[in-house]
């Protein structure tokens, strides 16, 4: 780490700023994680993309497939490549307690920026916001690393604004991934934006959440490196366009990306986000491969619908 725990806040505040990108796994084909895959991929988002900062070992990265030692070496990879050039912020979510502190405690030791820690599924509770407060409490008290919330439906509710307002008062508690509705992020926003950095995975209400409500700070999804090549960054250009207050610029080149945002949603079975996203990133160059078991993987017929769908897209098609 390169700040300390009394300074977690701050240096989040300064560094923690543009388009962070939650990372899928490449596999091989025996369901291994594929390391040069990975560390490839890194690198041209890094240095094509222009994007700022990577999310790893999250849900998109099928981090309930992997054990204990597959995390921490999934950690080591993007903090190896990223170092001095992205910053990391690393999931460390899981149900087990102890579990995620050994992955926090290995994050902060090998050179981690950031962890990130989603609200845990709670049985039997239904007043849970001591609870939930006393949870983040115990990881603050053990660790010196910043840690971002994230509340999203998957933990069977969501964490009130007040809520999250309150654990923010936390010293290392800096950001929150909000999956939740606009008016709860909206809310959050207005009573602890001095204190915590808000932000929501939704690619499609990031330009008006720059606009709208002044934030620095996308994280995180997908989207970053589905929607853009080497030669074709409209999300980018449309983030600085807005970031530099040029709106109306800035508007145009998002609207432009409708068609392809239409085709990679319209194209994604429902129960196979990760397989549709991991082929589309085959088709844009970058290392995909299958997902485990006992997600599904595509049929021949969803890759020829996915297939078509990317070559009418418009997206620009000289990639890595």
């Known amino acids: 780490m390169t700040y300390k725990k009394a300074d977690a806040k701050d240096h989040a505040r300064e560094h923690m700023r543009g388009i962070w990108a939650a990372a899928l796994n490449p596999m091989t084909e025996d369901f291994a994680i594929d390391e040069a895959g990975l560390r490839a991929n890194l690198n041209h988002w890094i240095d094509d993309l222009g994007i700022d900062g990577v ?76 609870t939930l407060y006393a ?12 840690i971002a919330l994230w509340s999203h439906p998957d933990s069977g509710y969501l964490m009130s604004p007040e809520l999250c307002s309150r654990i923010a008062d936390l010293p290392n508690i800096v950001a929150i991934k909000y999956s939740v509705p606009r008016d709860m992020y909206t809310r959050l926003t207005e009573i602890a934006g001095h204190k915590l950095i808000v932000s929501t995975a939704s690619e499609d209400e990031w330009f008006d959440n720059i606009v709208e409500l002044g934030w620095r700070l996308y994280l995180c999804s997908s989207p970053p490196y589905l929607l853009q090549t080497k030669t074709d960054r409209r999300m980018r250009d449309y983030t600085d366009l807005a970031f530099a207050g040029r709106i109306d610029e800035a508007r145009r080149v998002r609207d432009s990306l409708d068609p392809v945002r239409a085709a990679l949603k319209g194209s994604r079975p429902g129960a196979k ?48």
């Open 55 to 130: 999310f790893i070992a999250g849900k998109q990265g099928e981090f309930f497939s992997m054990s204990l030692e597959e995390r921490k070496r999934n950690f080591e990879l993007a903090v190896d490549v990223c170092a001095g050039r992205a910053g990391t912020v690393l999931s460390c979510s899981d149900q087990n307690f102890d579990t995620v502190l050994e992955l926090a405690q290995h994050a902060q030791a090998i050179g981690a920026d950031y962890i990130v820690v989603h609200a845990p599924v709670l049985h039997f509770i239904t007043d849970r916001d001591d």
């Open 135 to 146: 949870y983040y409490e115990a990881l603050c008290e053990r660790l010196d690393i910043g």
């Open 273 to 320: 986000p990760q397989a549709q996203q991991k082929y589309w990133q085959e088709l844009l160059g970058q290392s995909g491969g299958p997902v485990r078991p006992p997600l599904l993987q595509l049929t021949e017929g969803e890759r020829t619908a996915v297939r078509v769908a990317f070559e009418a897209c418009g997206l620009g098609m000289e990639t890595v």
